[in-house]
T-cell receptor, first 114, second 111 residues
Framework: EAQVTQNPRYLITVTGKKLTVTCSQN?????MSWYRQDPGLGLRQIYYSMNVEVTDKGDVPEGYKVSRKEKRNFPLILESPSPNQTSLYFCASSLSITGIHEQYFGPGTRLTVT | GQNIDQPTEMTATEGAIVQINCTYQ??????LFWYQQHAGEAPTFLSY????GLEEKGRFSSFLSRSKGYSYLLLKELQMKDSASYLCAPRAVGGSYIPTFGRGTSLIVHP
């Protein structure tokens, strides 16, 4: 089944404790992206990747890192999480960002930082 | 950058028709996506418009006017399961072609 998976789905952590949220897609998509979603603010892009070893900042990159060593995986790293990073996070992938290719979203990771 | 405006919330009755509007301002334009998102779930793709006019897909249709910076999503024969948030996402021409999401319109369908 074609899908985007994220792990963990739920995470409660403390300020400053490094964490990684994994994202994997099995559709051989070139483009991958991370979003955070907060009430009243909608989906905001954190980082994106056009292809392997090509990553770039989105609209709200501060406090996050990403890597794209393989086509299928695009982990999101929070080196020192803070309470303002409490949010619902979505990973997405698309065959390509050009053309009419839609994004497929993972199920989401609900992160709470205390 | 892009300015995207959608109503925050709408209510409608089961079986009715509802139109969700989206206006946008972009430095260029290369298509507009609509996504549906049920509470606590991931967004799912509904439609894509790049040329002016109406695209129909079953009970859902999407309209685009590039000159007016305007799109709408039309939902017919509303069902309770259509209660969700609807996200408008225009895409700028050139640069990275990445769509920017509006804040979404929460649609509540009641019996």
């Amino acid at each position: 089944e074609a899908q985007v998976t994220q792990n963990p789905r739920y995470l409660i952590t403390v300020t400053g404790k490094k964490l990684t949220v994994t994202c994997s897609q099995n559709m051989n998509h070139e483009y991958m992206s991370w979003y955070r979603q907060d009430p009243g603010l909608g989906l905001r892009q954190i980082y994106y990747s056009m292809n392997v070893e090509v990553t770039d900042k989105g609209d709200v990159p501060e406090g996050y890192k990403v890597s794209r060593k393989e086509k299928r995986n695009f982990p999101l790293i929070l080196e020192s999480p803070s309470p303002n990073q409490t949010s619902l996070y979505f990973c997405a992938s698309s065959l390509s960002i050009t053309g009419i290719h839609e994004q497929y979203f993972g199920p989401g990771t609900r992160l709470t930082v205390t | 950058g892009q300015n995207i405006d959608q109503p925050t919330e709408m209510t409608a009755t089961e079986g009715a028709i509802v139109q969700i509007n989206c206006t946008y301002q972009t430095s260029g334009f290369n298509g507009l996506f609509w996504y549906q998102q049920h509470a606590g779930e991931a967004p799912t793709f509904l439609s894509y418009n790049v040329l002016d006019g109406l695209e129909e897909k079953g009970r859902f249709s999407s309209f685009l006017s590039r000159s007016k910076g305007y799109s709408y999503l039309l939902l017919k024969e509303l069902q309770m399961k259509d209660s969700a948030s609807y996200l408008c996402a225009p895409r700028a021409v050139g640069g990275s072609y990445i769509p920017t999401f509006g804040r979404g319109t929460s649609l509540i369908v009641h019996p």
